[in-house]
């Protein structure tokens, strides 16, 4: 069983960077996070007999050895613990993120480097996970992340580009319960074939449905209880039916984007949509509880050539 570290209420990045000062440190704290029921081989899974090797484990069962950092998103990374927990602290406690300019100069490491890190960190927090449907009032609401279309250079144009047209802006697609989880994903499109099947595999049929008059929602009656207001009548709220809960996340994401990180590939939105997501789940927790959330979930890895591919 792995040493037992004491636990800090970090407030600051300071505080955390002060107390992981060496590697050592860093990973007795990630495997009290990563393994807190006990130490498992990352090679076949096996928890019964793990020996406690001078550079990590041994596997009893598989014989393989490994590393604490074996089948996360830090193996084979030459960037120190040190750094990873500090980008880590920066990623989930910042409500609209940091960007990988801000970060390798903040970092000391490459803007490469600290894209392809923070990358990986959006790759772990990742909620999709999460299979428990939504439930009581869910608000349904989609948006689109581009550049207008008013604001660019006459030679720079996209025709016919106004209104829902995705040939220069990506449709999201987003979820939410009221004062609960939120959904949130990149679609292809905002029809009804699109969107239906996302809203029955994420809402459950006894929720109530609240949403705009977009004709891709024509007949959820059938099938939920639905409420909608008219935006193109001037109504925003009715009642208590209203979209203003997802429509603050549309609000947060595309400032997060236009204000840090001024340009998403259409490729790569999905993920930063996923982190906006994760903090806007876990907003009602600490800081230091966010850190640890994510660090006992980074048993997952994705390399560069997979994330860069086509």
Known sequence: MCKSTTKKAFTNLIEVMMHFSDENTCKEYLTEMRWSNGIICPHCDNSEKIYTMKKGYKCAKCRKPFSITKGTIFENSAIPLQKWFSAIWLI??????????????????????????????????????????LTNIVELDETYV??????????????????????????????????????????????????????????????????????????????????????????????????????????????????????????????????????????????VERFDNMLSLCNSRITYKNLIRE
């Open 92 to 133: 989930t406690s910042h409500k609209k993120g940091i960007s990988s300019l801000q970060l390798h100069r903040d970092l000391g490491i490459t803007q490469k480097s600290a894209w392809f890190l923070l990358q990986r960190i959006r790759f772990a927090i990742r909620t999709r996970s999460f299979n428990t449907p």
């Open 146 to 287: 581009g550049g207008k279309n008013k604001n660019r250079h006459a030679n720079k144009k996209v025709p016919n580009a106004q209104g829902r047209s995705t040939k220069d802006k990506t449709p999201v697609f987003g979820l939410v319960e009221r004062n609960g989880r939120l959904v949130a994903m990149r679609v292809r499109n905002t029809t009804k074939a699109t969107v239906m099947p996302i809203i029955s595999r994420n809402v459950s049929k006894d929720a109530k449905i609240m949403t705009d008059e977009w004709k891709a929602y024509n007949g959820l009656s059938s099938i939920y209880d639905h409420e909608f207001i008219k935006h193109g009548k001037g109504e925003y709220v009715v009642g208590q039916c209203h979209t203003n809960t997802i429509e603050g996340f549309w609000s947060l994401l595309k400032r997060g984007i236009i204000g840090i990180y001024h340009n998403v590939s259409s490729k790569h939105l999905d993920a930063y949509v996923d982190e906006f997501e994760y903090r806007y789940n876990t907003k009602n927790i600490t800081c």
